[in-house]
T-cell receptor, first 111, second 116 residues
Framework: TQLLEQSPQFLSIQEGENLTVYCNSS?????LQWYRQEPGEGPVLLVT?????EVKKLKRLTFQFGDARKDSSLHITAAQPGDTGLYLC???????????FGTGTSLTVIP | KAGVTQTPRYLIKTRGQQVTLSCSPI?????VSWYQQTPGQGLQFLFE???????NKGNFPGRFSGRQFSNSRSEMNVSTLELGDSALYLC???????????????FGPGTRLTVL
């Protein structure tokens, strides 16, 4: 059982479409991070959300942290082929000190 | 500034053997964390070292061990390899002890271990 469940697991969309990736848990997190990993490389941090209800925008990417700090979402507007990759949420649950990664969402944007 | 480097990038071993992976963090970073990534289990935390001391450990058997040297370089060792140990092993460095959650982790490209 994974502490952080992501959905969908796989996503294949056309260039220009919008999409949302979800990260859910039954545990409370002090903060959540989103990473993107491309083939042959390690994950790269995109954003850290700290406050319940917080919304952060990075160009076409919008990140939201749930009010109860148990869930988060990543919304991409007008997806581009360069957005292709594995998206991972991650964080430290309030119940301990271990860093958990989500199950991952593999995104493919078709030109 | 050079990024996190991991050696070797690829490794093939047979069951029962042991393996040592190396990680050189970004200059000035004192925290090194190790992760295992597999298609079935995703990314899982192995352990974190800070100032040569193991600060956190994930749920892995004792066959998985590590250490950190005074220059912050870290090694990870897996003894008595099993088929299920085949995975991408990622190392990440950060400036501070990662318990400071706002500190950014920088990942290396990983070592792809195949156990036959």
């Amino acid at each position: 059982t994974q502490l952080l469940e992501q959905s969908p697991q796989f996503l294949s969309i056309q260039e220009g479409e919008n999409l949302t990736v979800y990260c859910n848990s039954s545990s409370v997190f002090s903060s959540l991070q989103w990473y993107r990993q491309e083939p042959g490389e390690g994950p790269v941090l995109l954003v850290t959300v700290v406050t319940g209800g917080e919304v952060k925008k990075l160009k076409r990417l919008t990140f939201q942290f749930g009010d109860a700090r148990k869930d988060s979402s990543l919304h991409i507007t007008a997806a581009q082929p360069g957005d292709t990759g594995l998206y991972l949420c991650a964080g430290v649950a309030n119940t301990g000190n271990q860093f958990y990664f989500g199950t991952g969402t593999s995104l493919t944007v078709i030109p | 500034k050079a990024g996190v480097t991991q050696t070797p990038r690829y490794l093939i071993k047979t069951r029962g053997q042991q393996v040592t992976l190396s990680c050189s963090p970004i200059s000035g970073h004192r925290s090194v964390s190790w992760y295992q990534q597999t298609p079935g289990q995703g990314l899982q935390f192995l352990f974190e070292y800070f100032s040569e001391t193991q600060r956190n450990k994930g749920n892995f058997p004792g066959r998985f061990s590590g250490r950190q040297f005074s220059n912050s370089r870290s090694e990870m060792n897996v003894s008595t390899l099993e088929l299920g140990d085949s995975a991408l092993y990622l190392c990440a460095s950060s400036l501070l002890f990662r318990g400071t959650y706002t500190d950014t982790q920088y990942f290396g490209p990983g070592t792809r271990l195949t156990v036959l």
